[in-house]
């Protein structure tokens, strides 16, 4: 059996609302939209559904119980622009190049530069 990675999905409040936080905060591209309800994005090269459903909202990156962590060749640059776009970092995961942030349901994010990492 050949096993690859598909699609992540992520539960929101409001798909309308994430829509806009991951077209206009992250960059990603509008793939479809189903039933007004379900969205597919295209974020890099990974594919991204979200879906209505519940959340689970936690204050602490290390208490999340799972990230979606993105990697970037330019730390400094991607976090002026992500800054520039309105997001909010929320701290780091223990190292000062690594900054965490949240989507509008709670889901985390680390921001990596995998290559800059000691």
């Keep these: 059996m050949d ?10 409040a409001d798909t309308a609302r994430a829509r806009d936080f991951y077209e206009r905060i992250l960059g990603a591209q509008l793939l479809e939209e189903q039933e007004g309800r379900y969205v597919w994005l295209l974020l890099g090269a990974q594919e991204l559904l979200l879906r209505p459903g519940k959340t689970v909202r936690t204050d602490s ?24 776009r309105g997001l909010e970092f929320r701290g780091e995961d223990g190292h000062p190049d690594c900054p965490t942030f949240q989507d509008p349901d709670g889901h985390w994010f680390q921001l990596v530069n995998p290559g800059e990492l000691d």
């Design 3 to 12: 096993w690859r990675p598909g699609h992540w999905e992520l539960f929101c």
């Design 61 to 84: 990156y290390g208490q999340a119980g799972q990230a979606l962590v993105l990697y970037t060749d330019d730390l400094p640059a991607a976090r002026a622009a992500l800054k520039k």
